[in-house]
C-alpha cells in the first residue's frame, strides 16, 4: 500500500462547477502538506501549504486538512478551463525533509 | 516563473552515453532536490543537496550521481542510459532543509 493515495482521474466538471480533489494518506506522522498544479509537461507549481489540521483559503482555492481521518482535499471554486492541469498532493513528516507524493489527479474543466 | 532554471530543455541522445543536467535554483535558496517524471507517471524524487552536501536519496540508480557547487547550482550525471531513462527532470529548490519546493520547467530527455 502506498503512504498516499490519490485517484488519478481524469475527473471531468463543467466549467463553474466546484471541484474536490483529495488525497488519502497512512501515516499519522505526516504534519505538512502541500498541494501543487502541474501542466502539460510544465514543471510543478505550489498552490497551497498547510501545516497541521483546519483550512487555508487562497482566492478560489481552499485546503483542508483532517488529520483525524488521514484526509487531505482542494476545493476549487468557479473553476475555469485555465483550470485544467494535473494536481498532485505532497506531504512531509515534521522530522523528514523528503516530500511523499501522490500520483496526481488529472482534471479537465469543459467549457 | 518560479526563478529556478534548467539546462537544456531537450534533449536526445543515444543508449550507452552520458548526459549533464544543470540546475540553478531560486537566489537565496540553498537546498535543491532533483525528481524523475516518466510519461503519465508521478513524481519520482532522486536527490537532495543542502549547500553542498548531500542529504537525502530516493530511488536513485547507481549510473546516476549528482553534485551541488559552492555557487549552489547542481547538476545530475546520467551515464549509460538506457531507453527507460526517457523522462522528464524537474529540479526544484527551497530556502531551507524543509520549507516549500518551487520547480523549474525540466528537462526532456529522449533516449534513443
Known amino acids: 500500500q502506498k503512504e498516499v493515495e490519490q485517484d488519478p482521474g481524469p475527473l471531468s466538471v463543467p466549467e463553474g462547477a466546484i471541484v474536490s480533489l483529495n488525497c488519502t494518506y497512512s501515516?499519522?506522522?505526516?504534519?505538512?502538506f502541500m498541494w501543487y498544479r502541474q501542466y502539460s509537461r510544465k514543471g510543478p507549481e505550489l498552490l497551497m501549504y498547510?501545516?497541521s489540521s483546519g483550512n487555508k483559503e487562497d482566492g478560489r482555492f481552499t485546503a483542508q486538512v483532517d488529520k483525524s481521518s488521514k484526509y487531505i482535499s482542494l476545493f476549487i471554486r468557479d473553476s475555469q478551463p485555465s483550470d485544467s492541469a494535473t494536481y498532485l498532493c505532497a506531504m512531509r513528516k515534521d522530522s523528514n525533509y523528503q516530500l511523499i507524493w501522490g500520483a496526481g489527479t488529472k482534471l479537465i474543466i469543459k467549457p | 516563473d518560479s526563478g529556478v532554471t534548467q539546462t537544456p530543455k531537450h534533449l536526445i541522445t543515444a543508449t550507452g552515453q552520458r548526459v549533464t543536467l544543470r540546475c540553478s535554483p531560486r537566489s537565496g535558496d540553498l537546498s535543491v532536490y532533483w525528481y524523475q517524471q516518466s510519461l503519465d507517471q508521478g513524481l519520482q524524487f532522486l536527490i537532495q543537496y543542502y549547500n553542498g552536501e548531500e542529504r537525502a536519496k530516493g530511488n536513485i540508480l547507481e549510473r546516476f550521481s549528482a553534485q551541488q557547487f559552492p555557487d549552489l547550482h547542481s547538476e545530475l550525471n546520467l551515464s549509460s542510459l538506457e531507453l527507460g531513462d526517457s523522462a522528464l527532470y524537474f529540479c526544484?529548490?527551497?530556502?531551507?532543509?524543509?520549507?516549500?519546493?518551487?520547480f523549474g520547467p525540466g528537462t526532456r530527455l529522449t533516449v534513443t
Open positions: 501515516n499519522s506522522a505526516f504534519q505538512y
Open positions: 526544484a529548490s527551497s530556502a531551507r532543509l524543509a520549507s516549500e519546493q518551487y
Open positions: 498547510t501545516y
